[in-house]
């Protein structure tokens, strides 16, 4: 595809359920990103993925959320027990290697979650 | 650990006039800078970046931003505004040497007044 694609575009769910969102990278982007963004503000660092090393889970908020990745393809990032905080456009991100060098992040059009 | 400031949540301007758009940060190490803008209901595009090249850089559609070490700024400027600009612009700070992860500030909603 020409860039990241994400869905749903939209997803409305009850306090307490589960969801999955979905990430699909650009071909060939080794790095991917997920972020957060709350009604008016920048976006939050969640979660990284490069290549096949451990994901980096520093910006994760808490144990309900959890992503993964196959490969170098699909990211699943999935929210457990969701709470109204919860509610959010969750963005994902892909760029080339990221190792040693400073590669352009490219976005998708993300995921608007409303909790409630 | 780094950290970016847009020091005005919200700029209006004439359309015609020039556009600056605010911007600090800290960084450990030397940074990569970004801006970005944010359309409604769009994804986010990347207007331009600092890679440790030369201190002025020139964006798309007219915009362009100085890097100045010594305020640690990173300002975004456009000499005339156009109506098609108005819209949420967000400066941005990585460092490769945290996987790129990039750092966002709060943002500035550009207003342009017919």
């Known amino acids: 595809g020409a860039g990241v694609s994400q869905s749903p575009s939209n997803k409305v769910t009850e306090k307490g359920k589960d969801v999955e969102l979905r990430c699909d990278p650009i071909s060939g982007h080794t790095a991917l990103y997920w972020y957060r963004q709350r009604l008016g503000q920048g976006l939050e660092f969640l979660i990284y993925?490069?290549?096949?090393?451990?994901?980096?889970k520093s910006g994760l908020p808490s144990d309900r959320f959890s992503a993964e990745r196959t490969g170098e393809s699909v990211s699943t990032l999935t929210i457990q027990r969701t709470q109204q905080e919860d509610s959010a456009v969750y963005l994902c991100?892909?760029?080339?290697?990221?190792?040693?060098?400073?590669?352009?992040?490219?976005f998708g059009p993300g995921t608007r979650l409303t909790v409630t | 650990a780094q950290s970016v400031t847009q020091l005005d949540s919200h700029v209006s301007v004439s359309e015609g006039t020039p556009v600056l758009l605010r911007c600090n940060y800290s960084?450990?190490?030397?940074?990569?800078l970004f801006w970005y803008v944010q359309h409604p209901n769009k994804g986010l595009q990347l207007l331009l970046k600092y890679t440790s090249a030369a201190t002025l850089v020139k964006g798309i559609n007219g915009f362009e931003a100085e890097f100045k070490k010594s305020e640690t700024s990173f300002h975004l400027t456009k000499p005339s505004a156009h109506m098609s600009d108005a819209a949420e612009y967000f400066c941005v700070v990585s460092l490769y040497n945290a996987g790129n992860m990039l750092t966002f500030g709060g943002g500035t909603r550009l207003m342009v007044k017919p």
């Open positions: 991100a892909s760029s080339l290697d990221a190792a040693g060098k400073s590669y352009e992040q490219y």
């Open positions: 960084s450990s190490y030397s940074p990569s």
């Open positions: 993925f490069q290549g096949n090393s451990a994901p980096d």
